[in-house]
């Protein structure tokens, strides 16, 4: 008992070090109903970093979120950045988002489900209710912020060894059926903790997986789920696990991961807001897609990612990077020269060129995949200093002559052949073609 209060006086402590920690423990502090809860807990007992706060409270979570809030923008005045809360009634939940962190409040609840697959329908409930409705005992681990009982731990039974053994347990039988997205949760769990499910959870997840669980949920809560795999710090990883599991086999025929592959395109792909990590494995993931009848698979690969609501521009960007990246690797085997791997390279999306080096590479032609992080590091970035209006000036007819020109003058000055300045730029723009 006495280690019990231990670990919940840690806990609180290093709770204060945490954005928003000071001001969650001072608002909770006469109260005797908030705790803090789920992945929160079970990061500061584990002593890591949660992503974000979670706390529940009895009565409506959106007056404690409006305390919150307005408690954040007095602390946080002078950054000049107003938080705000979103609120979901229908789950009794609302999100305090600020400039240095997120809090999610929820109203204690218990759960059920109309059918599997479903969205949980919501009540009011106990606080062991609100511990036994969660995924893994390792998130059904509560400490009260406030109030008489300030710094105690509850748990569910064996939530405390798992947490110490590293080990995912699903308190129902019927967990998975129930909300089979919580066989991704566990695959995310898997890759970011290092936590292995148990014996009977993990033959819960195969038996859900083979009885078709996972189609009884909307292609939109899949996606959701699949883009928080993407946003894991070790993305790979989770879609490894993913894999390991199952789910992505059981998602759509097209789907498979090559995990060296999918790492090494990552590696080649250059930092910066330009590159989207998140669609390079999107597009990874849907290479082999390639196999398939032709005509019609750029309109189910669209589909597809419809379904899991991508915005467009990633759902484009995923779907020519998909079809691109091994005409890029293929084209690039035949390129000699800089101008010849800007011709093969430039109208495709960055992450189609970091697949092709990964896919150039894996098939043992090591010169294209130079070739192809020469342009992704270096070449992308030559450009002309001169520019239309210059070779309009000097005498050239408006029309696509101009780019003709142009595209001439650049292949020479990436080819090395152009001395340094505008000038040599624009005689070679100027040459008999
Ligand atoms: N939960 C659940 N089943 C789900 C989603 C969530 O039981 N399908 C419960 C879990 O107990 C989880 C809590 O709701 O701990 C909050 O969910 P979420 O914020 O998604 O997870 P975190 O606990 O914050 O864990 P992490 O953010 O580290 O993934």
């Known amino acids: 008992m006495g280690e019990m209060r231990d670990r919940g006086a840690a806990l609180l402590g290093r709770l204060r070090e945490l954005p928003g920690g000071p001001e969650l423990l001072d ?23 949660p992503r974000e706060l979670d706390v529940v409270v009895d009565g409506t979570a959106q007056a404690f979120a409006d305390l919150l809030v307005c408690t954040l923008d007095d602390r946080f005045a002078e950054d000049g950045v107003r938080g705000g809360v979103q609120a979901h009634e229908r789950f009794g ?21 109309a059918f599997p697959g479903a969205l949980p329908d919501v009540r009011a409930g106990t606080p062991e209710q609100d511990l036994r409705r969660r995924d893994f005992t390792v998130n059904a681990i509560a400490v009260s912020l406030g109030g008489a009982r300030r710094g105690e731990l509850r748990a569910v039974a064996h939530a405390l060894d798992d947490l110490a053994a590293s080990r995912l347990r699903v308190l129902r039988d019927d967990s998975f059926a129930e909300d089979p997205t919580r066989l991704l949760r566990l695959a995310r769990y898997r890759a970011r903790l290092r936590f292995e499910p148990d014996a009977h959870t993990a033959r819960l ?24 795999a993407l946003a894991e710090p070790d993305p790979v990883g989770a879609l490894e696990s993913l894999a390991q599991l199952g789910v992505l086999a059981a998602l759509h025929e097209a789907i498979e991961l090559d995990a060296p592959l999918a790492r090494a395109a990552l590696d ?3 930092p910066g807001a330009d590159a989207w990590p998140d669609v390079l494995l999107l597009a990874s993931l849907l290479l082999p897609a390639h196999s398939y009848d032709t005509t019609a698979y750029e309109t189910r690969l669209r589909a597809l990612l419809d379904g899991f609501e991508i915005p467009a521009a990633e759902r484009e960007r995923t779907v020519h990077s998909a079809i691109l990246a091994p005409r890029v690797a293929e084209r690039l085997q035949h390129a000699q020269t800089s101008s010849q791997v800007y011709e093969t390279t430039h109208d495709a999306p960055l992450e189609a060129v970091a697949l092709a080096a990964a896919l150039a590479d894996a098939e043992g032609r090591g010169d294209a995949a130079d070739l192809a992080r020469r342009w992704l590091c270096e070449l992308r970035h030559v450009r002309l200093a001169i520019n239309g209006d210059d070779l309009l000036a000097a005498g050239v007819a408006a029309g696509p002559e101009v780019g003709r020109r142009l595209a001439h003058a650049l292949a020479r000055k990436l080819d090395g052949e152009l ?6 730029e624009l005689s070679a723009a100027l040459e008999d073609l």
């Open 27 to 49: 608002l909770a502090a006469e109260r005797d109903d908030v705790e803090l809860v789920g992945g929160a807990a079970r990061d500061l007992l584990l002593g890591r970093d």
């Open 93 to 113: 939940t609302a999100a305090v988002r600020w400039s240095a962190g997120r809090i999610d409040v929820a109203t204690r609840r218990a759960e059920s489900y």
């Open 205 to 228: 997840a195969a038996e859900a997986i083979a009885a078709g669980a996972l189609a009884t949920v909307s292609h939109a809560r899949i996606g959701a789920e699949l883009r928080l």
């Open 268 to 270: 080649a792909l250059p």
């Open 419 to 424: 001395g340094q300045g505008r000038e040599a």
